[in-house]
């Protein structure tokens, strides 16, 4: 039995204690099968739910590096970008050209999309490269001016580190101090620096991990700095970062941006449907289909109520697919709006040098519904509305979803049959057949007895 002080004493020492945690969607703990992971850390269930079947460690991870090992399997959506192009074009994406001047031009204007940055609403042509479309990274770029592969690596460097850019190689670039070649970009650029100013290359080391795990420098690095000529500008650097990118994962995006790049460039069609067939969401048919100045004017509109805090989180992450379409119908590629006959469940197609939406692509309508539909669609002739609601089993939520995006402009509503031809009619002329009866009597009177008289064969 547990005494009232002893009680008091341990419920204080629980006051601040997080109830819940995040979780990082690709960070594993790797647990000795000599250990529990009870002797690293307390384990718990993601937003403090018991139901979930996910155990996260209630310790973040920056209590746990010392002693424990953390692999990160993240997901990636460029392999995937690459399988669909070469899909859609037959090209090998490794047998590209990994220097392409036309490529690297879209680091430093629009003039190889053949458009003009009003055209597009950017001074640089890398929306849909990874990490090089933000507007936070076009706005590096255009500051930093790049001119070769190595100054994209300390691009990719400087976008991925905290307080590496703002307030830090941004202002020694722009006032002049440096280049984007010789600024502190990533953690290799600190060791192999020192190095060739002199410095003991143990020391060069201990000197990079200091500061890429954001600690700075302590005296007496500052003083073996000095004492071999590193500038003051540089030191002061130093003791501003908190985080540094590897050179290896920065130059794995620049790679991945530069391939991709040479599809944007040179395979327009294609490089678009692949980037949205695989984009994680954001695209609306509805209005997307209806012309470039529909897209414009939904992105000034979402951009305008961000600034005043009122947007949707939905709109807000359709930005940037809509600048990528935008850009496309900037360069003559218009969207056919969903069709039963020639979309596919999730993929858009290339079509006659435009680009069909999938079905998927209808806002509102799930994977699940696509897929079904597409299935319905490939394995039957689709009769009429009604008949695509039956063998696709789908609600009628999702048959005004496409109603509304002009799926079935062209389709009839219901199965019945013209009296004298053999394909389904539509729900108009029958309606208008009973306002028929209404005006002209003896006519219908005759047209029923004609159909009394088919009705007995």
Request: aromatic share 8%; hydrophobic share 40%.
């Amino acid at each position: 039995m547990v005494n009232k002080a002893e009680e008091q004493r341990l419920t204080n020492g629980c006051v601040g204690v997080k109830k819940t945690t995040g979780q990082h969607p690709g960070g594993i703990i790797v647990v000795p099968k000599e250990y529990d992971v009870y002797d690293f850390t307390p384990v718990q269930h993601p937003a403090d739910d018991p139901n979930s079947n996910i155990i996260s460690t209630h310790f973040a991870f920056k209590f746990l590096h010392d002693t424990i090992l953390k692999l990160d399997e993240l997901g990636h959506d460029v392999p995937t970008k690459y399988k669909m192009m070469e899909k859609f074009t037959g090209l090998n994406v490794l047998e590209l050209p990994m220097y392409d001047p036309e490529v690297m031009e879209l680091f430093i204007s629009t003039k190889s999309l053949g458009v003009t940055p009003e055209d597009i609403g950017s001074n640089v042509g890398t929306f849909g490269l990874p990490e090089f479309g933000t507007k936070f990274v076009r706005q590096m770029i255009e500051d930093s001016k790049p001119k070769n592969f190595s100054d994209l690596l300390q691009i990719s460097g400087l976008s991925h580190g905290t307080d590496v850019w703002l307030g830090n190689a941004q202002d020694l670039i722009l006032n002049g101090t440096c280049t984007i070649s010789n600024v502190i970009a990533t953690r290799d650029n600190i060791m192999v620096r020192l190095i060739q100013y002199g410095l003991e290359n143990g020391t060069a080391f201990k000197i990079m991990e200091d500061v890429r795990k954001g600690k700075g420098l302590k005296p007496e690095y500052i003083e073996t700095m000095k004492e071999h000529g590193v500038p003051d500008w540089y030191i002061d650097s130093c003791q501003k970062i908190k985080y540094m990118f590897p050179k290896a994962h920065a130059a794995a995006y620049v790679m991945s941006a530069l391939r991709l790049g040479w599809f944007k460039v040179h395979r327009p069609l294609e490089f678009y449907a692949a980037f949205l067939s695989v984009a994680p969401g954001g695209f609306d048919a509805e209005i997307c289909c209806r012309g470039k100045q529909a897209v414009v004017d939904f992105i000034a509109d979402t951009e305008r109520k961000i600034k005043e805090k009122t947007a949707s989180p939905k709109d807000a992450d359709m930005i940037p697919i809509l600048q990528m379409v935008n850009e496309a119908y900037a360069r003559g590629i218009k969207f056919l709006k969903p069709s039963l006959t020639k979309s596919h469940a999730s993929w858009f197609l290339p079509e006659d040098g435009a680009i069909r939406c999938p079905f998927s692509s209808m806002g509102g309508l799930g994977e699940a519904a696509a897929e079904n539909i597409y299935k319905a669609c490939q394995e039957n002739e689709i009769l009429s509305v009604e008949d695509l609601r039956m063998k696709a089993q789908v609600s009628k939520a999702v048959i005004e979803i496409m109603r509304k995006n002009g799926v079935f402009d062209d389709v009839s509503e219901t199965n019945q049959l013209d009296l004298f031809g053999t394909t389904a009619v539509s729900s108009a002329p029958v309606e208008a057949k009973k306002e028929a009866k209404k005006a002209k009597p003896a006519e219908v009177k005759q047209e029923d007895d004609s159909d009394e008289q088919m009705s007995l064969f």
